[in-house]
């Protein structure tokens, strides 16, 4: 069983950073992704990352201000969170998933998923 634990999240100001941390115990993944959810809107993929090669793939909204990465040695994946405005605001979700060999965006391709940390983005 794979357990996913997520960290990092709480009130920031807009433009702050945040980081957000995932740490993965059970079997080995595939690909490890964060997702969010605001209130009254569906949950979306934000960024992905392949576990053996280190791929990623970012939704269009939050390229060039948001970084996934991953320590393998500490089975840990990381949320890079910079630039962040009210949009951002939203509960963060990590997830993984071995259904493919690529770093999805798709829900539907994730297996397990972490409990969620808020993210609140306001002055």
């Known amino acids: 069983q794979v357990q996913l634990v997520e960290s990092g999240g709480g009130l920031v100001q807009p433009v702050g950073s945040l980081r957000l941390t995932c740490v993965a115990s059970?079997?080995?993944?595939?690909?490890y992704g964060w997702f969010r959810q605001a209130p009254g809107e569906e949950r979306v993929g934000v960024a992905s990352?392949?576990?053996?090669?280190?791929?990623?793939n970012y939704a269009d909204s939050v390229k060039g201000r948001f970084t996934i990465s991953r320590d393998n040695a500490k089975n840990t994946v990381y949320l890079q969170m910079n630039s962040l405005s009210a949009e951002d605001t939203a509960i963060y979700y990590c997830?993984?998933?071995?259904?493919?060999?690529?770093?999805?965006?798709?829900?539907?391709?994730?297996?397990?998923w972490g409990q969620g940390t808020h993210v609140t983005v306001s002055a």
């Open positions: 997830a993984a998933g071995r259904t493919t060999w690529q770093p999805s965006l798709l829900s539907s391709d994730y297996n397990y």
């Open positions: 059970g079997s080995t993944l595939t690909y």
């Open positions: 990352v392949t576990r053996q090669l280190g791929r990623t």
